[in-house]
């Protein structure tokens, strides 16, 4: 437990899921992941990416000429610590969705941060081709993601009509991801931690990708 129930927690996990779809399983497992970070002692937040009309990204110079949805989303990333990133397997990778996002943003908000993933897929392969791409990604954002990672397979046999896990061992291992990216998130703040982290981000920027 990070801090006793009486105290208000500064740190701030956010959720994304890679699936706009009604009844998405990948957002139901984002959620689990963000209540078990919550009874861990932080705040946190499912960021519902269909509240949010985002453009692709171009890649554009100027990126003030995105629309104000774009910042609204970076600014709500930014002031997480800990992010847990949920994507369905699309064609053997994660979702345009999630990927559109994450390129819309970049190190501003994903640099130093922890990060914990969770892969959902309808075919019992799982999840693993998603995973494995998103933790390139992280890498190249120069984030921290956390060991632990959820592959949850047939999807669509696994959850109940609540939005829960049926499986009690899948169940729980969803909530370690919460459980650990909430307590990375509250070790980064620690003193010693901080004066590592500022060496870190004052390394070059992007040296070699
Ligand atoms: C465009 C598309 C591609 C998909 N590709 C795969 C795939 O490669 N492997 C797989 O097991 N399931 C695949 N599926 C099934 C999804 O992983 C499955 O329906 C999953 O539950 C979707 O996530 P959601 O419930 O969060 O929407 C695909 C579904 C869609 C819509």
Known sequence: MIKNKNEESNILV???????????????????ALEAAQEAGVQTDFI???????VFCDGRREESTYPEDVFKLKRKVSSAQGI?????????????????????????EFEGKMIGLIGVSGGSMGAANALISLRNIGR???????????????????????????????????KEVGRQVARFAYLHTSEQTKEFLSAWEGAPKNPGG
Do not use: C
């Open 14 to 32: 956010v959720g994304l899921s890679g699936s706009l779809r009604e009844g998405s399983y990948t957002s139901m497992a984002v959620k689990i």
């Open 140 to 174: 190249a954002l120069h984030a921290w993601i956390i060991p632990e990672q959820v592959s949850i397979g047939e999807a669509w046999k696994l959850f109940d009509e609540t939005g829960e896990i049926k499986d009690n061992k899948l169940n729980q291992r969803v």
């Open 84 to 108: 847990i990133l949920g994507t369905p397997e699309y064609h053997g990778g994660l979702s345009g969705v999630l990927k559109n996002a994450v390129d819309l943003m970049g190190f501003d």
């Open 48 to 54: 519902d990416l269909n509240k949010y009309s985002l």
